[in-house]
């Protein structure tokens, strides 16, 4: 019969090992990442054509595109910003170009932003964003069961983070933008630096590690 004392010893085991699991999971991982810093169209910003949609993510560990609702000839690439650059983003953390999305008669059109969270126990979504004095500012963002409504952004760049840790863990996860109330045609949002983040999900093996690591200390405590 197992004494009270290596029961004990058994339990504490198995507490470290969780520990350890919980521990791995405050790791962020980078999902997918649009710097929008290589659209470098010509006419002032026109030149999008129809298979420069879904645009693909720049870097990440999942894969990543953005799809829209929007004509071609009302998305454009305006000057970008720094703001909103993750540590290992691609490339230098240039202001480079953005992504613009123009024109009231899209009033109610969308974005979307598709990527596999599986690996993932947490969403985090931000990017730099900014409005002209009459573009869309009534901009809804949904993604799961997360979802934050009536959204406006400033006249010049500044960051925005949202929450959405109904897509953990989903392989076919997705966020989009419906944006309303331009009203002019030049009106537009630019968007930059558009990154999502989350929490890695521990691998067996990391979890199996650390509960080893546990037991060993045990053993040297006891012996």
Same mark, same amino acid.
């Given at each position: 019969m197992r004494s009270l004392t290596s029961i004990a010893a058994i339990a504490a085991g198995v507490s470290i090992a969780f520990a350890g699991s919980a521990m791995a999971t405050d790791q962020t991982g980078k999902i997918a990442f649009w710097a929008q810093n290589d659209n470098a169209l @010509?006419?002032? !910003?026109? /030149?999008f054509v129809e298979g420069d949609f879904p645009q693909a993510a720049d870097n990440g560990d999942g894969n990543g595109f953005l799809t829209t609702t929007f004509p071609i000839n009302n998305i454009r690439s305006f000057a970008?910003?720094?703001?909103?650059? @993750?540590?290992? !983003?691609? /490339?230098?953390?240039?202001?480079?170009?953005?992504?613009?999305?123009?024109?009231q008669a899209n009033n109610g059109q969308t974005?979307?932003?598709?990527?596999?969270?599986?690996q993932y126990l947490s969403v985090n979504l931000s990017f730099?964003?900014?409005?002209?004095?009459? /573009?869309?500012?009534n901009i809804d963002i949904v993604g799961g069961a997360d979802s934050y409504l009536g959204n406006t952004w400033p006249s010049s760049f500044a960051v925005f983070s949202f929450d959405f840790d109904s897509l953990a863990g989903n392989s076919n996860a997705s966020i989009t933008f419906t944006l309303d109330g331009a009203t002019s045609s030049s009106g537009n949002n630019r968007y930059?630096?558009?990154l999502l983040t989350g929490k890695v999900i521990p691998t067996p093996g990391a979890?199996?590690?650390f509960g080893l690591a546990g037991v060993a200390g045990l053993r040297r405590r006891r012996a």
């Open positions: @010509p006419g002032g !910003g026109f /030149g970008g910003t720094n703001l909103g650059w @993750p540590s290992e !983003g691609k /490339g230098d953390p240039t202001s480079g170009g953005s992504i613009a999305f123009e024109n974005f979307t932003l598709n990527f596999d969270a599986s730099a964003a900014q409005r002209t004095s009459t /573009g869309f500012n930059d630096n558009i979890v199996a590690l």
